[in-house]
């Protein structure tokens, strides 16, 4: 079976706690970690200090799906220009009532459109936990990074 190979998109807390545990599938690849420009010449800790480091996701090699790991303001935009360019994704933003419809909706719309999976607020709110495992298992079946993205959500919370 070949490995699914996933892109990071962002390296905080939440994108370096994915990447690591990426790495520790047998299943799964990290394709790669998309980080801003100013910071894509920094060396990435060990273990990851071998994985590309790019400013954009074009410049990997075979994306599977992307993990969006960047603040909550910026997480549309990211989703929106990964969709368009044919690329699934799991994203976990802190948002909520009015604000999170909107943005489900407005991803649901561009990923409808353009026949992409698209996995919405991922690991945040307590009632998409169970409905949202079985279709992140589908996209990437890894229970370790879904145990870390519940981990980060609950530390979040706090």
């Known amino acids: 079976m070949r490995q699914q190979r996933l892109a990071?998109?962002?390296?905080?807390?939440?994108?370096?706690?994915?990447?690591?545990?990426?790495l520790t599938?047998?299943?799964l690849a990290l394709a790669g970690i998309v980080r801003r420009a100013e910071r894509v010449m920094?060396?990435?800790?060990?273990?990851?200090?071998?994985?590309?480091?790019?400013?954009?996701?074009?410049?990997?090699?075979?994306?599977d799906a992307a993990l969006i790991c960047v603040p909550a303001e910026d997480v549309l935009g990211k989703a929106q220009e990964l969709i368009q360019h044919g690329v699934p994704i799991v994203e976990c933003a802190s948002l909520h009532d009015a604000a999170f419809q909107h943005h489900k909706q407005e991803i649901d719309?561009?990923?409808?459109?353009?026949?992409v999976a698209a996995i919405v607020g991922a690991g945040?709110?307590?009632g998409a936990l169970s409905l949202l495992r079985a279709l992140f298992m589908l996209l990437t079946p890894i229970q370790a990074?879904?145990?870390k993205l519940r981990?980060?959500?609950?530390?979040?919370?706090?």
């Not at 990071?8 to 990426?22: D, N, P, Q, S, V």
């Not at 920094?42 to 994306?63: G, K, R, W, Y």
């Not at 981990?151 to 706090?158: G, I, N, P, R, S």
């Open 8 to 22: 990071i998109i962002g390296f905080g807390k939440l994108g370096r706690a994915c990447a690591e545990t990426i």
């Open 25 to 27: 599938d047998e299943q």
């Open 42 to 63: 920094e060396p990435l800790p060990a273990p990851l200090q071998n994985i590309p480091s790019v400013s954009h996701i074009a410049e990997l090699d075979q994306v």
């Open 109 to 115: 719309r561009l990923a409808s459109r353009r026949k």
């Open 124 to 126: 945040w709110d307590p």
């Open 145 to 147: 990074l879904w145990g």
């Open 151 to 158: 981990e980060h959500a609950e530390q979040e919370a706090l």
